[in-house]
């Protein structure tokens, strides 16, 4: 983009309550993100809404994989591997600051589930899949070469490694930049307004009444076409209309213990009890997951549990010599997954992670299941659709797809040689340190002057949050002023990753990030000690397994 659009929360919800849409998305993780942006670059009006923050649910929950997902194809899912890796080829190029490739390494050990041959064929298929997207070759890794690069790895039993690429994101940052384009585009979008029940007129749903969490008040949001992107909470979204169940919701887990407890060079996976998981480091942080256990309950209530951190811990140990207990775990994360139910899948880990789009009651279509890969690819079969079958009722005549040509914010061509100068730069320029240099690049792209441009004139706001950390303060007053940021877990939880990998910081940390969240919200005390407790409940929960934690109600909710 040229230009800064700076998205006055208020003025976008106004705007949801007197406009009439196109479409009216409902759903801010990365499937709605994706369709909001498609619709609004082909000429639409889009009007979206999100019951929590962008990409609370699901999506700021994933592995934070951009892969075509190499085990699906011994379930021979040959297509959604293929779409997936295409898929991946594209968010490279779209955005290089928040998709990078990673390499991933597969260990073989004497008895293990997989050969080395067998391992060799699946990896030639899958960079055939992934034709001219392809992101490089794997390669065979002799047990020497492996215990020189990655000492920690179980020797005993070690026969070999393969060695492939695959690539990593930002789960959260990637859907605030798609939903962020969006409202650039001209969409209208907010997070924090809840979807409560449809409106019906001329035999097709119309409308959709919500409610703005923060304040209470109630607004109507009217469409043409309305599209159920509600991920977990698809099915309670379909109810309103009397439609019935489509999702088999599954638990995924991750836990993060600091790296020089787990320390890897490379993204490892390897199997245990018939699944597959991944240790993965992250600075200086290392996570390892996922579980895949059926999930019957709110979506919003799913953290991890004692058997979650345990089966994880054990899994790392039993590859790994570090000896990981629960008390190693310093954060954790658990989301749903919206499956499409499959008769033919009794295990979780066996659910196909296809998608499917329906469509009713008249005047909405829902999308559910896929993969945080594919999520642009289903926006435009989506809206593709909604052309065809609604182009009639649409306030224009739409343009052809074109997010699969689109740079997203902070993105440039040729962006490793940009990485490079801006943070030689940085370093030079501004003495900044190294880590805190390629951190605001890496997460910001372009876009990293304007962030440090939110200091103004008080060069405090350039001093790291916390001892140590390359997180700047002012990374605070820019998501404050120009990320849509309501509550202080907004910025600790999906604006940066302090809440995951920061091991919460020290009170007096956040207690910083507080009074500049504050400056630009107008939090007075009372509210600030408010933002203050309720992270600090949510911060507690994330290692709840180790110790009773009551149950408070969510504030504003």
């Known amino acids: 983009m040229s230009r800064i659009q700076r998205p006055e929360r208020g003025a976008l919800i106004d705007r949801l309550g007197k406009e009439t849409f196109d479409l009216v998305v409902i759903g801010g993780g990365i499937t709605g993100a994706w369709i909001a942006l498609d619709a609004a670059m082909r000429g639409l009006s889009v009007g979206l809404v999100e019951q929590g923050d962008f990409a ?6 994933s592995s934070r994989f951009v892969h075509g997902g190499l085990r699906y194809l011994g379930g021979r899912h040959f297509s959604l591997v293929r779409e997936s890796l295409r898929e991946r080829g594209r968010l490279l190029r779209l955005a290089p600051h928040l998709v990078r490739p990673f390499p991933f390494l597969l260990p073989v050990y004497k008895g293990g589930r997989y050969s080395a041959p067998l391992l060799r064929i699946g990896l030639t298929g899958y960079e055939l899949l992934a034709g001219r997207l392809g992101i490089g070759r794997h390669r065979m890794r002799s047990r020497k070469d492996l215990m020189r690069e990655e000492p920690a790895l179980r020797a005993d039993g070690l026969r070999t490694g393969l060695q492939y690429y695959d690539a990593v994101t930002n789960d959260a940052r990637l859907t605030l930049a798609l939903i962020l384009s969006a409202i650039a585009r001209g969409a209208a979008a907010a997070n924090y307004v809840q979807a409560l029940s449809w409106e019906t007129a001329g035999g097709h749903v119309s409308a959709v009444n919500c409610r703005e969490v923060t304040t209470g008040a109630g607004l109507t949001v009217r469409g043409r076409v309305i599209i159920n992107a509600g991920g977990p909470w698809t099915d309670e979204l379909r109810a309103m209309a009397g439609g019935s169940s489509i999702l088999r919701p599954t638990k995924g887990v991750h836990v993060v213990v600091p790296r020089d407890r787990l320390h890897t060079e490379s993204i490892i996976a390897f199997d245990w009890q018939g699944r597959s998981l991944f240790v993965v480091p992250a600075g200086r942080h290392t996570y390892i997951g996922t579980t895949d256990t059926d999930w019957k309950g709110d979506p919003a209530a799913v953290v991890a549990d004692a058997d979650d951190a345990v089966y994880l811990t054990d899994a790392a140990n039993a590859y790994f010599d570090c000896g990981l207990t629960s008390a190693d775990v310093t954060a954790s994360w658990a989301g749903v ?17 296809d998608y499917e789009i329906l469509e009713g009651p008249p005047g909405v279509y ?9 999520g642009r690819s289903m926006a435009e079969v989506l809206v593709d659709r909604v052309i065809d079958r609604e182009g009639q009722r649409l306030s224009a005549k739409p343009a052809r797809c074109r997010t699969g040509e689109m740079l997203l914010p902070g993105a440039v061509a040729g ?10 730069d940085l370093v030079e320029g501004w003495g900044m340190p190294e880590e805190s240099a390629g951190h605001l690049v890496d997460t910001y792209g372009t876009h990293y002057v304007r962030v440090l441009g939110a200091a103004g004139h008080d060069p405090a706001l350039l001093a790291p949050i916390a001892d140590g950390s390359p997180e700047l303060l002012v990374e605070a007053a820019y998501a404050a002023k120009h990320e ?13 990753d302090l809440m995951l990998f920061g091991a919460g910081l020290k009170v007096g940390a956040v207690s910083n990030v507080v009074d500049v969240l504050a400056q630009s919200l107008g939090w007075d005390e009372a509210e600030k000690r408010r933002q203050t407790e309720t992270y600090e409940h949510d911060l507690a929960q994330m290692t709840a397994f180790r110790s009773d934690v009551p149950k408070v109600a969510t504030p504003n909710q």
């Open 56 to 61: 609370s649910g699901s999506s700021s929950r």
């Open 337 to 353: 997954r919206p499956l499409v139910a499959d008769e033919g899948s009794p295990a979780p880990s066996d659910v196909s992670r």
């Open 366 to 374: 829902t999308i559910c299941g896929g993969k945080l890969t594919s």
């Open 415 to 424: 962006f490793h040689r940009y990485r490079k100068r801006a943070i030689a």
């Open 484 to 496: 849509m940021v309501v509550t202080l877990e907004d910025f600790m939880r999906r604006r940066s």
